[in-house]
Protein backbone atom coordinates (compact mmCIF):
# COMPACT_ATOMS: atom_id res chain seq x y z
CA UNK A 1 0.00 0.00 0.00
CA UNK A 2 2.92 2.16 0.81
CA UNK A 3 4.63 2.05 -2.50
CA UNK A 4 0.95 2.48 -4.06
CA UNK A 5 0.66 5.83 -2.73
CA UNK A 6 4.37 6.51 -3.65
CA UNK A 7 4.04 5.71 -7.23
CA UNK A 8 0.25 7.39 -7.25
CA UNK A 9 -0.18 10.74 -8.86
CA UNK A 10 -3.15 11.48 -7.20
CA UNK A 11 -1.01 12.48 -4.05
CA UNK A 12 -2.72 14.92 -1.53
CA UNK A 13 0.74 17.26 -2.82
CA UNK A 14 -0.57 16.10 -6.38
CA UNK A 15 -4.27 17.58 -5.76
CA UNK A 16 -2.96 20.87 -3.76
CA UNK A 17 -1.03 21.69 -6.36
CA UNK A 18 -2.25 23.73 -9.30
CA UNK A 19 -2.21 22.20 -12.68
CA UNK A 20 -0.57 24.46 -15.27
CA UNK A 21 -3.34 26.03 -17.80
CA UNK A 22 -2.97 24.11 -21.34
CA UNK A 23 -1.15 26.27 -23.50
CA UNK A 24 -3.19 27.70 -26.22
CA UNK A 25 -2.53 25.65 -29.63
CA UNK A 26 -1.21 28.44 -31.21
CA UNK A 27 1.46 29.40 -28.19
CA UNK A 28 3.39 26.15 -28.14
CA UNK A 29 5.25 25.39 -31.65
CA UNK A 30 3.92 28.35 -33.27
CA UNK A 31 7.38 28.77 -34.93
CA UNK A 32 7.83 24.74 -35.91
CA UNK A 33 4.15 24.72 -37.48
CA UNK A 34 2.71 26.33 -40.67
CA UNK A 35 0.23 28.92 -40.70
CA UNK A 36 -2.56 26.48 -41.71
CA UNK A 37 -4.59 29.98 -43.18
CA UNK A 38 -1.39 30.21 -45.28
CA UNK A 39 -0.55 26.78 -46.20
CA UNK A 40 -3.78 24.23 -46.09
CA UNK A 41 -2.72 20.48 -45.78
CA UNK A 42 -1.06 18.98 -48.25
CA UNK A 43 -4.25 16.52 -48.55
CA UNK A 44 -6.24 19.44 -49.58
CA UNK A 45 -3.46 21.32 -51.99
CA UNK A 46 -4.31 20.94 -55.42
CA UNK A 47 -1.14 19.55 -57.62
CA UNK A 48 -0.55 20.65 -61.05
CA UNK A 49 -2.26 23.99 -61.43
CA UNK A 50 -0.72 26.58 -63.63
CA UNK A 51 -0.09 29.88 -62.00
CA UNK A 52 -2.65 32.45 -63.90
CA UNK A 53 -0.24 34.53 -65.57
CA UNK A 54 1.46 32.00 -67.22
CA UNK A 55 -2.32 30.20 -68.22
CA UNK A 56 -3.17 33.81 -69.32
CA UNK A 57 -0.30 34.58 -71.23
CA UNK A 58 -0.08 31.02 -73.36
CA UNK A 59 -3.78 31.03 -74.37
CA UNK A 60 -3.38 34.39 -75.35
CA UNK A 61 -0.73 33.05 -77.83
CA UNK A 62 -2.67 30.59 -78.50
CA UNK A 63 -5.39 32.44 -79.63
CA UNK A 64 -3.93 34.45 -82.61
CA UNK A 65 -1.54 31.29 -83.70
CA UNK A 66 -5.27 29.88 -84.13
CA UNK A 67 -6.88 32.78 -85.52
CA UNK A 68 -4.11 32.95 -88.48
CA UNK A 69 -4.19 28.81 -89.27
CA UNK A 70 -8.06 29.88 -89.66
CA UNK A 71 -7.90 32.85 -92.06
CA UNK A 72 -4.65 31.27 -93.95
CA UNK A 73 -5.78 27.49 -94.10
CA UNK A 74 -8.46 26.47 -96.81
CA UNK A 75 -8.61 25.69 -100.51
CA UNK A 76 -6.79 28.19 -101.09
CA UNK A 77 -3.55 28.12 -98.98
CA UNK A 78 -2.23 31.51 -97.81
CA UNK A 79 0.97 31.89 -95.54
CA UNK A 80 1.19 33.52 -92.08
CA UNK A 81 3.23 36.42 -93.23
CA UNK A 82 0.86 37.35 -96.08
CA UNK A 83 -1.95 37.20 -93.63
CA UNK A 84 -0.61 39.59 -90.97
CA UNK A 85 0.81 41.87 -93.98
CA UNK A 86 -2.66 41.67 -95.76
CA UNK A 87 -4.49 42.03 -91.67
CA UNK A 88 -1.63 45.18 -91.19
CA UNK A 89 -2.13 47.27 -95.02
CA UNK A 90 -6.40 46.54 -94.17
CA UNK A 91 -5.37 48.52 -90.65
CA UNK A 92 -2.50 50.70 -91.52
CA UNK A 93 -2.51 50.80 -95.51
CA UNK A 94 0.40 53.31 -95.73
CA UNK A 95 3.05 50.79 -93.86
CA UNK A 96 2.49 47.60 -95.97
CA UNK A 97 2.96 47.64 -100.00
CA UNK A 98 0.43 45.34 -101.52
CA UNK A 99 2.41 42.44 -103.37
CA UNK A 100 -0.28 39.99 -103.35
CA UNK A 101 -3.12 39.35 -106.01
CA UNK A 102 -6.22 41.18 -104.90
CA UNK A 103 -8.48 37.31 -105.16
CA UNK A 104 -5.71 36.73 -102.14
CA UNK A 105 -6.66 39.74 -100.43
CA UNK A 106 -10.31 39.34 -100.90
CA UNK A 107 -10.10 35.22 -99.38
CA UNK A 108 -8.51 36.92 -96.29
CA UNK A 109 -10.53 39.65 -95.55
CA UNK A 110 -13.92 38.98 -96.99
CA UNK A 111 -14.41 35.48 -96.68
CA UNK A 112 -12.70 33.99 -93.86
CA UNK A 113 -11.78 37.09 -91.32
CA UNK A 114 -15.56 37.25 -90.34
CA UNK A 115 -15.97 33.30 -90.09
CA UNK A 116 -12.69 33.24 -88.11
CA UNK A 117 -14.12 35.99 -85.50
CA UNK A 118 -17.44 34.58 -85.51
CA UNK A 119 -16.17 31.52 -84.47
CA UNK A 120 -14.13 33.06 -81.42
CA UNK A 121 -16.92 34.78 -80.14
CA UNK A 122 -19.28 31.64 -80.47
CA UNK A 123 -16.56 29.59 -78.59
CA UNK A 124 -16.28 32.76 -76.15
CA UNK A 125 -19.75 33.08 -75.33
CA UNK A 126 -20.24 29.76 -75.09
CA UNK A 127 -18.07 28.59 -72.59
CA UNK A 128 -19.45 31.65 -70.06
CA UNK A 129 -22.82 30.10 -70.35
CA UNK A 130 -21.34 27.09 -69.76
CA UNK A 131 -19.29 28.38 -66.61
CA UNK A 132 -22.51 30.05 -65.25
CA UNK A 133 -24.98 27.46 -65.77
CA UNK A 134 -22.73 25.28 -64.08
CA UNK A 135 -22.93 26.95 -60.81
CA UNK A 136 -26.18 28.27 -60.75
CA UNK A 137 -27.45 24.87 -60.96
CA UNK A 138 -24.75 23.24 -58.83
CA UNK A 139 -23.95 20.94 -61.70
CA UNK A 140 -20.81 19.66 -63.67
CA UNK A 141 -22.83 18.12 -65.98
CA UNK A 142 -25.20 22.10 -66.97
CA UNK A 143 -24.47 22.63 -70.18
CA UNK A 144 -26.63 24.97 -73.19
CA UNK A 145 -27.30 22.00 -75.27
CA UNK A 146 -27.99 19.39 -72.30
CA UNK A 147 -30.61 21.88 -70.47
CA UNK A 148 -32.77 22.85 -73.48
CA UNK A 149 -31.11 25.63 -74.03
CA UNK A 150 -30.03 25.88 -77.43
CA UNK A 151 -32.94 23.75 -78.31
CA UNK A 152 -36.05 26.68 -77.09
CA UNK A 153 -33.33 29.09 -79.06
CA UNK A 154 -33.38 26.96 -82.04
CA UNK A 155 -37.15 26.84 -82.16
CA UNK A 156 -37.62 30.38 -81.93
CA UNK A 157 -34.92 30.69 -84.76
CA UNK A 158 -36.95 28.13 -86.89
CA UNK A 159 -39.95 29.98 -86.44
CA UNK A 160 -38.74 32.72 -87.64
CA UNK A 161 -37.10 31.60 -90.69
CA UNK A 162 -39.10 29.11 -91.94
CA UNK A 163 -42.97 31.26 -91.14
CA UNK A 164 -41.45 34.75 -91.55
CA UNK A 165 -42.51 35.97 -88.13
CA UNK A 166 -40.98 39.90 -87.84
CA UNK A 167 -42.71 40.74 -84.53
CA UNK A 168 -39.44 42.66 -84.08
CA UNK A 169 -38.61 43.66 -87.64
CA UNK A 170 -35.17 42.83 -88.20
CA UNK A 171 -34.20 42.11 -85.11
CA UNK A 172 -36.73 39.53 -85.10
CA UNK A 173 -34.24 36.41 -85.19
CA UNK A 174 -32.04 36.91 -82.19
CA UNK A 175 -35.10 38.05 -80.31
CA UNK A 176 -36.96 35.01 -80.80
CA UNK A 177 -33.79 32.98 -80.11
CA UNK A 178 -33.31 34.79 -76.69
CA UNK A 179 -37.16 34.17 -75.75
CA UNK A 180 -36.96 30.57 -76.40
CA UNK A 181 -33.46 30.16 -74.76
CA UNK A 182 -35.73 32.01 -71.97
CA UNK A 183 -38.10 29.85 -71.97
CA UNK A 184 -36.64 26.59 -72.01
CA UNK A 185 -33.99 27.28 -69.19
CA UNK A 186 -37.15 28.44 -67.08
CA UNK A 187 -38.69 25.24 -67.69
CA UNK A 188 -36.21 22.65 -66.80
CA UNK A 189 -35.20 24.25 -63.81
CA UNK A 190 -38.92 24.29 -62.63
CA UNK A 191 -39.23 20.77 -63.69
CA UNK A 192 -35.66 19.44 -61.84
CA UNK A 193 -36.25 21.45 -58.22
CA UNK A 194 -38.19 19.79 -56.10
CA UNK A 195 -38.72 20.17 -52.08
CA UNK A 196 -36.51 23.32 -52.81
CA UNK A 197 -33.22 21.07 -54.31
CA UNK A 198 -32.36 20.24 -57.62
CA UNK A 199 -31.51 17.39 -57.99
CA UNK A 200 -28.52 16.03 -60.35
CA UNK A 201 -30.61 12.96 -62.23
CA UNK A 202 -33.95 15.66 -62.47
CA UNK A 203 -32.11 17.31 -64.01
CA UNK A 204 -30.32 16.00 -66.69
CA UNK A 205 -33.74 14.26 -67.60
CA UNK A 206 -35.43 17.60 -67.71
CA UNK A 207 -33.12 18.96 -69.83
CA UNK A 208 -33.12 15.35 -72.37
CA UNK A 209 -36.74 15.53 -72.42
CA UNK A 210 -36.85 19.26 -73.18
CA UNK A 211 -34.28 19.04 -75.73
CA UNK A 212 -36.20 16.85 -77.49
CA UNK A 213 -39.36 18.47 -77.45
CA UNK A 214 -38.37 21.55 -78.83
CA UNK A 215 -36.03 19.64 -81.17
CA UNK A 216 -39.24 17.87 -82.54
CA UNK A 217 -41.36 20.93 -82.46
CA UNK A 218 -38.45 22.36 -84.73
CA UNK A 219 -38.42 19.23 -86.85
CA UNK A 220 -42.36 19.76 -87.24
CA UNK A 221 -42.35 23.56 -88.15
CA UNK A 222 -39.25 23.14 -90.98
CA UNK A 223 -41.55 20.02 -92.46
CA UNK A 224 -44.91 22.19 -92.44
CA UNK A 225 -43.25 24.86 -93.95
CA UNK A 226 -43.90 23.87 -97.92
CA UNK A 227 -41.02 25.14 -99.03
CA UNK A 228 -38.55 22.58 -99.45
CA UNK A 229 -35.34 24.53 -100.11
CA UNK A 230 -35.77 26.79 -97.04
CA UNK A 231 -36.77 23.43 -95.34
CA UNK A 232 -32.99 22.07 -96.26
CA UNK A 233 -31.05 24.87 -95.26
CA UNK A 234 -32.68 25.25 -92.10
CA UNK A 235 -31.92 21.46 -91.22
CA UNK A 236 -28.99 22.22 -91.95
CA UNK A 237 -28.59 24.76 -89.64
CA UNK A 238 -29.91 22.99 -86.95
CA UNK A 239 -26.31 20.89 -86.65
CA UNK A 240 -24.38 24.09 -86.18
CA UNK A 241 -22.38 25.88 -88.51
CA UNK A 242 -20.79 29.49 -89.90
CA UNK A 243 -20.83 29.16 -93.40
CA UNK A 244 -22.00 32.64 -95.07
CA UNK A 245 -20.48 34.68 -92.18
CA UNK A 246 -19.97 38.06 -93.45
CA UNK A 247 -18.96 41.71 -91.43
CA UNK A 248 -22.93 42.15 -90.94
CA UNK A 249 -23.26 39.13 -89.26
CA UNK A 250 -20.88 39.97 -86.17
CA UNK A 251 -21.86 43.02 -84.58
CA UNK A 252 -25.19 41.52 -83.28
CA UNK A 253 -23.59 38.27 -81.58
CA UNK A 254 -20.19 40.55 -80.56
CA UNK A 255 -22.59 43.02 -78.29
CA UNK A 256 -24.02 40.04 -76.93
CA UNK A 257 -20.79 38.53 -76.00
CA UNK A 258 -19.06 41.41 -74.81
CA UNK A 259 -22.00 42.32 -72.69
CA UNK A 260 -22.21 38.73 -71.16
CA UNK A 261 -19.10 39.32 -70.14
CA UNK A 262 -18.84 41.87 -68.61
CA UNK A 263 -21.87 41.33 -66.21
CA UNK A 264 -20.65 37.74 -65.53
CA UNK A 265 -16.99 39.24 -64.60
CA UNK A 266 -18.59 41.61 -62.36
CA UNK A 267 -20.47 38.90 -60.80
CA UNK A 268 -17.62 36.81 -60.27
CA UNK A 269 -17.53 37.20 -56.51
CA UNK A 270 -21.15 36.65 -56.19
CA UNK A 271 -20.78 33.57 -58.22
CA UNK A 272 -17.72 31.83 -55.72
CA UNK A 273 -20.23 32.24 -53.18
CA UNK A 274 -22.93 31.02 -54.65
CA UNK A 275 -21.12 28.02 -55.53
CA UNK A 276 -20.35 27.51 -51.96
CA UNK A 277 -24.40 26.84 -51.27
CA UNK A 278 -27.78 28.27 -51.12
CA UNK A 279 -27.80 28.66 -47.49
CA UNK A 280 -24.34 29.97 -47.74
CA UNK A 281 -24.99 32.77 -49.68
CA UNK A 282 -28.36 33.59 -48.25
CA UNK A 283 -26.44 33.99 -45.23
CA UNK A 284 -24.05 36.28 -46.47
CA UNK A 285 -26.72 38.65 -47.97
CA UNK A 286 -27.00 37.30 -51.64
CA UNK A 287 -30.70 37.34 -52.71
CA UNK A 288 -30.37 34.09 -53.81
CA UNK A 289 -33.32 34.17 -56.17
CA UNK A 290 -32.84 37.54 -57.72
CA UNK A 291 -29.10 36.50 -58.52
CA UNK A 292 -30.39 33.42 -60.68
CA UNK A 293 -33.14 35.10 -62.21
CA UNK A 294 -30.48 37.82 -63.58
CA UNK A 295 -28.24 35.41 -64.63
CA UNK A 296 -30.65 32.76 -66.07
CA UNK A 297 -31.75 36.26 -68.58
CA UNK A 298 -27.68 36.50 -69.17
CA UNK A 299 -27.09 33.54 -70.20
CA UNK A 300 -30.09 32.71 -72.12
CA UNK A 301 -29.51 36.42 -74.06
CA UNK A 302 -25.99 34.81 -74.83
CA UNK A 303 -26.94 31.82 -75.66
CA UNK A 304 -30.31 33.04 -78.04
CA UNK A 305 -28.51 35.52 -80.39
CA UNK A 306 -24.82 32.77 -80.89
CA UNK A 307 -27.47 30.11 -81.66
CA UNK A 308 -29.10 32.67 -83.86
CA UNK A 309 -26.20 33.46 -85.84
CA UNK A 310 -24.26 29.79 -85.67
CA UNK A 311 -27.13 27.40 -84.81
CA UNK A 312 -26.76 25.09 -81.72
CA UNK A 313 -23.72 24.09 -81.07
CA UNK A 314 -23.08 21.48 -78.23
CA UNK A 315 -20.63 20.62 -75.65
CA UNK A 316 -18.97 23.62 -75.52
CA UNK A 317 -19.74 25.12 -73.01
CA UNK A 318 -19.57 21.56 -71.03
CA UNK A 319 -15.78 20.99 -72.02
CA UNK A 320 -14.22 24.45 -71.54
CA UNK A 321 -14.93 25.34 -67.74
CA UNK A 322 -13.96 21.81 -66.68
CA UNK A 323 -10.60 22.64 -68.69
CA UNK A 324 -10.13 25.69 -67.37
CA UNK A 325 -10.85 24.52 -63.79
CA UNK A 326 -8.14 21.77 -63.85
CA UNK A 327 -5.51 24.67 -65.26
CA UNK A 328 -6.43 27.27 -62.56
CA UNK A 329 -8.92 26.24 -59.69
CA UNK A 330 -12.54 26.75 -59.24
CA UNK A 331 -12.10 30.44 -58.68
CA UNK A 332 -14.18 32.09 -61.36
CA UNK A 333 -12.29 35.36 -61.04
CA UNK A 334 -9.32 32.96 -62.60
CA UNK A 335 -11.73 29.96 -64.65
CA UNK A 336 -13.58 32.68 -66.59
CA UNK A 337 -10.81 34.65 -68.74
CA UNK A 338 -9.23 31.31 -68.73
CA UNK A 339 -12.56 29.23 -69.68
CA UNK A 340 -13.69 32.29 -72.58
CA UNK A 341 -9.96 32.29 -74.31
CA UNK A 342 -10.33 28.32 -74.59
CA UNK A 343 -13.49 28.37 -76.05
CA UNK A 344 -12.21 30.85 -78.29
CA UNK A 345 -9.65 29.19 -79.78
CA UNK A 346 -11.26 25.30 -79.82
CA UNK A 347 -14.04 26.89 -82.07
CA UNK A 348 -11.87 28.40 -84.52
CA UNK A 349 -10.20 25.45 -84.87
CA UNK A 350 -13.33 23.35 -84.98
CA UNK A 351 -14.81 25.25 -87.29
CA UNK A 352 -11.37 25.08 -89.69
CA UNK A 353 -11.70 20.90 -89.46
CA UNK A 354 -15.00 21.65 -90.06
CA UNK A 355 -14.55 23.04 -93.68
CA UNK A 356 -10.85 21.78 -94.34
CA UNK A 357 -11.19 17.79 -93.40
CA UNK A 358 -14.18 16.49 -96.56
CA UNK A 359 -12.84 19.60 -98.79
CA UNK A 360 -15.13 20.54 -101.07
CA UNK A 361 -17.58 19.54 -98.78
CA UNK A 362 -18.00 21.29 -95.60
CA UNK A 363 -18.82 19.20 -92.36
CA UNK A 364 -21.26 21.09 -89.43
CA UNK A 365 -19.05 22.24 -87.08
CA UNK A 366 -21.99 21.03 -84.48
CA UNK A 367 -20.97 17.56 -85.54
CA UNK A 368 -17.23 17.85 -84.55
CA UNK A 369 -17.86 19.85 -81.19
CA UNK A 370 -19.95 16.61 -80.66
CA UNK A 371 -17.49 14.19 -81.05
CA UNK A 372 -15.46 16.21 -78.87
CA UNK A 373 -17.32 16.33 -76.62
CA UNK A 374 -19.42 13.27 -76.18
CA UNK A 375 -16.38 11.15 -74.53
CA UNK A 376 -15.44 14.16 -72.59
CA UNK A 377 -19.02 14.01 -70.97
CA UNK A 378 -18.89 10.32 -70.86
CA UNK A 379 -15.28 11.06 -68.74
CA UNK A 380 -17.05 13.66 -66.81
CA UNK A 381 -20.18 11.63 -65.66
CA UNK A 382 -18.02 8.96 -64.27
CA UNK A 383 -15.25 11.12 -62.89
CA UNK A 384 -18.78 12.72 -61.06
CA UNK A 385 -20.26 9.36 -60.29
CA UNK A 386 -16.93 8.27 -58.84
Not at 60 to 89: E, F, N
Not at 94 to 102: C, E, R, S, Y
Not at 149 to 170: C, D, K
Not at 367 to 379: K, Q, S, V, Y
Amino acid sequence: MAETSETSDDTPETRAAPRAAPAPPDAAGAQDRPDRRERPPASRRRRGRVPLPVALALLLAALPLAATLGVGVGSVGVSAADTWRILLHQAAPGLVTPTWPPATEAIVVTARLPRVLLAALVGAGLAGVGLVLQTLVRNPLADPLLLGVSSGATLGAVVVAVFGVRLFGGASLPVTAFVGALAALVAVYVLARTGGRISTLRLILSGVVMAEVLAAAAALAIMTSGDPHAATLVQRWTLGGLGGTTWATLPAPAAAVAVCTLVIAAQTPALNVFALGEETATGVGLGVNGFRAAMFVVTSLATGVLVAVSGPVGFVGLMTPHIARMLVGPDHRRTLPVAVLIGASFMILADLAARTLARPEEIPVGILTALCGAPFFLWLMRRSTR
